[in-house]
């Protein structure tokens, strides 16, 4: 299981530090949310900041865009050295394209689903994706509950990627602590995103050591 921390639960005024302390207590990537206040009812920060935070860790990025036009957001994460990035699929009406756009500039691609939103509105494009981000929690805000029936959706990912013969990983985002990492695993999820469950701890290092079942 690989653990991507979402610095949306860590102390902003510090961010260097926190980069630091998660990269020594073994996490896989940083996860980063991008909210325009739009699309999501909150806003965070943009490729500025993403991009300032590029030399104070090692670890890959992970930018998690929950913005309407998410194209826009692309070349200056291609300069940040973005590693993967997501969009909306409720977010974004030609999927195809955007893929391509965000592949195009060597960034992995994924998409991103809200709990209600059915599998079915990706299957035409899986096999261009590179990862799923499945939410867990509706989107805007870190500390929400774990939505149960989300295990479901998660499940019948695994079951159509492999249906498809397809590799791509799955990602799953909200809500996730030590006690729902393993049902997580079981349904098929790779990639842990966990804000509350790492930052909101003292010992980061033993936070990701519980997700990682
Ligand atoms: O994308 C989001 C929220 O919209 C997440 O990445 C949160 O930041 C996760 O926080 P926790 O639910 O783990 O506290
Ligand atoms: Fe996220």
């Given at each position: 299981m690989k653990i991507a921390p979402s610095i949306l639960a860590s102390d902003f005024s510090r961010l260097a530090d926190e980069l630091k302390d998660i990269e020594k207590g073994g996490a896989d990537y940083v996860h980063l949310d991008v909210m325009d206040?739009?699309?999501?009812p909150n806003l965070t920060f943009g490729v500025p900041v993403i991009q300032s935070l590029r030399p104070c860790t090692k670890l890959p990025f992970d930018v998690h865009l929950m913005t309407y036009h998410p194209e826009a957001y692309l070349e200056g994460l291609e300069a940040a050295g973005a590693h993967m990035v997501s969009f909306h699929v409720e977010a974004v009406p030609h999927l195809d394209r955007m893929i391509h756009n965000i592949k195009d500039r060597g960034i992995k691609a994924g998409i991103a689903l809200n709990p209600g939103t059915p599998l079915a509105s990706i299957e035409q494009v899986l096999s261009l994706l590179d990862f799923v981000l499945i939410m867990s929690v509706n989107p805007g805000f870190g500390g929400q509950k774990f939505i149960p029936y989300t295990l479901d959706k998660i499940a019948a990912l695994s079951a159509m990627i492999k249906e498809k013969g397809l590799s791509l990983s799955i990602e799953v985002d909200g809500g996730v602590n030590r006690d729902n990492a393993p049902l997580l695993k079981k349904a098929g999820a790779q990639i842990l995103v966990a804000g509350s469950s790492v930052f909101g701890k003292e010992d980061r290092a033993q936070a990701i050591r519980d997700l990682k079942v």
């Open positions: 206040g739009r699309f999501v």
